[in-house]
């Protein structure tokens, strides 16, 4: 059974930092590209990020460009999502999914199959 367990939201002000982990069970991340996402309330759910297997490629939502960062740690099985000079507008719930082999040129928009349950991530004063 594959599952996807998001950590590592809280609460930070404007212009902090937050790291955000993906662990998976059940698959090895490795072998799998891996995409971020998240959903502000009243907002259509938005992709943040992909990165293929091995780190090979990665691919980043204009929006985060030069403050987001994805990586991946083969041994601990687990793909993060680092988020600097964080904004308000960054507040939102953050997922973790995988599309399978690939992320492609449609990272952002292509079906994704395993998803995690979300880590909220409130950028506030």
């Known amino acids: 059974q594959v599952q996807l367990v998001e950590s590592g939201g809280g609460l930070v002000q404007p212009g902090g930092s937050l790291r955000l982990s993906c662990a998976a069970s059940g698959l090895n991340l490795d072998s799998y590209a891996v995409g971020w996402f998240r959903q502000a309330p009243g907002k259509e759910r938005e992709a943040v990020s992909c990165i293929g297997r091995n780190g090979a490629h990665t691919y980043y939502a204009d929006s985060v460009v030069g403050r987001f960062t994805t990586s991946g740690d083969n041994a601990e099985n687990r793909i993060y999502l680092d988020m600097s000079s964080l904004k308000p507008e960054d507040t939102a719930i953050y997922s973790c999914?995988?599309?399978?082999?690939?992320?492609?040129?449609?990272?952002?928009?292509?079906?994704?199959?395993?998803w995690g349950q979300g880590t909220q991530v409130t950028v506030s004063s």
């Open positions: 999914a995988t599309p399978g082999l690939l992320c492609g040129s449609r990272w952002a928009t292509k079906e994704y199959e395993y």
